[in-house]
């Protein structure tokens, strides 16, 4: 392998982020960095990200990306920090973030000084753009579906892909947030499983069964034979009717209203107001409500 990959699990948000490292040259890329958030308080802290420097450091790294896979709705983003601690590593996401910022753009009811046009980010990718990773090349991969912006990354048989897949016992993700399609993440789904059987997919989240522990890493193989929603054999109207009446069951993340309004910033809070202090928006009545 030219690459070497290490995981990062927040078990607050059973998110996994990702330094992977050209073996090389020493440059690396962080994926999907997690920035510490307490809901009853409302303070935020760098934990999670810190331990991520303290990898960067220990190992020599010279941090070229900071990858986003898409907006999340489950943890606030510390790219913004991270840029600012590594000496302004451009941060980088799908280029259909538009379409996701014009959405919350009209939740949030945003100011004028958001303009949803990706601007926030240092850069945005295409499907099948590349960027280069010492002397490897990431290839970007749009995977619509959770949402409009999900990108995978694919790097010398590894791939980061989101919140398209989790483990084979666990399944797929949720595709009912605004602009998910179940259609469209099934496709998304087949198209990173016709990558090479022995490729590892790195997944972004672990939910684990009781009594097994977290894990994040398994090959496409083992996805097209176990994966409990989409293994070989189930058709795209199998899975859509079981990901829309599944989806119909699932609360809303705890995180998703604090998150995104982040999230669609690259990790930036809202601009302070007259007091110094920045405050995130809860619209009521604004998200999918499914009583009880």
């Not at 705890?254 to 910033?265: E, K, S």
Request: proline share 7%.
């Amino acid at each position: 392998m030219s690459v070497t990959t290490h995981a990062f699990f927040d078990p607050a948000t059973c998110t996994v982020s990702y330094v992977v490292a050209c073996n090389a040259t020493r440059a690396a890329a962080i994926i999907d960095p997690v920035l510490d958030y307490d809901f009853r308080s409302g303070c935020t802290a760098t934990r999670s990200a810190d331990r991520i420097l303290d990898h960067v450091n220990a190992h020599g790294l010279r941090v070229q990306w900071i990858l986003e896979t898409h907006a999340h709705a489950d943890h606030l983003s510390s790219a913004r920090y991270l840029k600012h601690h590594l000496g302004g590593a451009p941060i980088a996401i799908g280029q259909e973030i538009c379409e996701v910022q014009r959405t919350f753009q009209r939740i949030y009811n945003l100011d004028s000084d958001f303009v949803p046009d990706g601007r926030q980010f240092d850069r945005l990718l295409a499907d099948g753009e590349s960027i280069e990773l010492g002397q490897s090349q990431v290839l970007a991969m749009h995977v619509p579906g959770h949402t409009p912006a999900d990108l995978a990354y694919v790097v010398d048989g590894v791939a980061f892909i989101g919140d398209t897949m989790f483990m084979p016992d666990v399944g797929t993700a949720r595709a009912d947030f605004p602009g998910g399609d179940a259609a469209r993440l099934y496709q998304s789904i087949r198209r990173l499983l016709s990558l090479p059987s022995d490729t590892t997919l790195y997944v972004c989240h672990d939910y684990p069964p009781l009594g097994r522990a977290a894990r994040w890493a398994s090959s496409v193989e083992q996805q097209r034979r176990h994966n409990v929603h989409v293994h070989d054999g189930v058709s795209q109207a199998q899975f859509v009717s079981m990901r829309t009446a599944r989806d119909a069951t699932l609360d809303m993340p705890m995180l998703i209203l604090p998150a995104l309004q982040v999230n669609v910033r690259a990790g930036e809070m809202p601009p302070p107001e007259s007091n110094g202090v920045s405050y995130l928006k809860i619209p009521v009545n604004a998200m999918p409500h499914r009583p009880k």
